[in-house]
């Protein structure tokens, strides 16, 4: 849901394959610069990292690890981005997940194209000002539980990107992630004391999931109740196999939004003084957007157009190359020379 986070484009880049050349060695010393010099030229502590094949990068190494498997065993891109979610939802759980919306920018290197994913999330349908003034003294909760909540994206957004650009099945994508949850993974310092939050105690089934011990750094931490609503997804598609890969993977996207999981999340809401309904799950689909762009210094940039930054940094963009000059001022560090305006 809304309050999850954003999963930044399911906070998760895989790039596209490129080709390394490197010069011949001198006999005395080489013209590459050291790992050191690279790193402080980049302004980063942080390694260069080459490859031949693809890159991966995202918030969580076992995110990252889950993406980069999958492209070793043959699948896209686009695989490798639902899988590595999957595991970031897992590892991360308060800014990613199953419960989230999504904003993903993607290229098509078959047609040259990019394409904006909008998975964003809507309120419910009883989320109304009216119901607020009535109800909460007109107040909108930020945060606070079912009340800020809004209808999560990501599923339907892994289903298009695995029915439209994808290769492999809900199945093999998500294997990694069932994986961790059955058989847990480290917790580091910081999600073991945000485990012990008092905004998990507001209801049962969170306190059961995530503080039924109280944990430590290094301690194991399973999710046996996310593995099975994983392995829901992986049954429906199963089942509808003998349909063809397309039908195979609605079905499992149709069970999260139209069957029992989304019965559960409605009944759960209703339960517990939310406002979700059943409908609002069953009328909920993502769209693939034409990206919005802008020419800066030769370069076509693209954002996502729905409710992101991304507008925002393309209208920065064009007071930037508007305003200013490349030419800055050396005997004055940290300040620039404005350019006439065109």
Same mark, same amino acid.
């Given at each position: ?8 484009? @399911? ?67 686009? %695989? ?11 590892? %991360? ?7 989230? %919306? ?29 119901? !607020? ?13 079912? @009340? ?10 892994? +289903? ?42 507001? !209801?049962?089934?969170?306190?059961? &999931? +995530? ?22 997804? &992986?049954?429906? =598609? ?18 999260? +939004? ?19 309904? !059943?409908? %609002? ?7 693939? =957007? ?8 030769? !370069?076509? &940039? +693209? ?40």
């Amino acid at each position: 849901m809304k309050n999850a986070g954003r999963i930044a484009a @399911l906070a998760l880049l895989v790039a596209a394959a490129y080709a390394l050349q490197t010069r011949a060695q001198e006999t005395q010393r080489t013209t590459r610069p050291s790992d050191q010099e690279e790193q402080q030229a980049a302004g980063t502590m942080r390694p260069v990292i080459r490859g031949t094949h693809a890159a991966v990068s995202s918030m969580k190494p076992e995110a990252t690890r889950a993406a980069e498997n999958i492209l070793r065993a043959g699948g896209n891109a686009f %695989d490798a981005a639902v899988a590595g979610q999957a595991v970031l939802g897992l590892v %991360d759980p308060a800014a990613n997940g199953i419960g989230s %919306d999504a904003e993903i920018l993607i290229y098509d290197a078959k047609t040259r194209q990019p394409y904006s994913i909008n998975a964003e999330a809507p309120a419910p349908k009883l989320a109304t000002i009216e119901w !607020y003034n009535k109800n909460n003294g007109g107040k909108i909760p930020t945060n606070d539980g079912l @009340l800020s909540g809004s209808i999560p994206g990501t599923v339907d957004a892994w +289903y298009i990107l695995l029915d439209r650009w994808g290769t492999m099945s809900f199945e093999k994508v998500l294997e990694q992630a069932i994986e961790i949850a059955e058989n847990g993974f480290p917790l580091p310092a910081n999600l073991a004391r945000n485990l012990a939050s008092s905004k998990l105690a507001k !209801y049962p089934t969170s306190m059961k &999931v +995530y503080q039924s011990k109280r944990y430590t750094e290094g301690e194991l931490f399973k999710n046996s109740d996310l593995a099975r609503t994983l392995r829901k997804l &992986v049954e429906a =598609e199963k089942q509808n196999a003998s349909k063809g890969r397309h039908a195979a993977l609605k079905a499992a996207r149709d069970r999260f +939004y139209k069957g029992d999981i989304a019965q559960t999340m409605a009944r759960f809401s209703e339960q517990n003084g939310g406002l979700f309904r !059943y409908e %609002d799950f069953a009328n909920y689909t993502a769209k693939v =957007e034409t990206p919005v762009s802008t020419d800066y210094r030769g !370069y076509r &940039v +693209y954002k996502n157009k729905s409710n992101t930054q991304g507008p925002a940094e393309l209208i920065l963009l064009n007071i930037l190359e508007a305003t200013i000059s490349r030419r800055w001022d050396t005997t004055a560090p940290n300040t620039f020379i404005p350019a006439p305006r065109r």
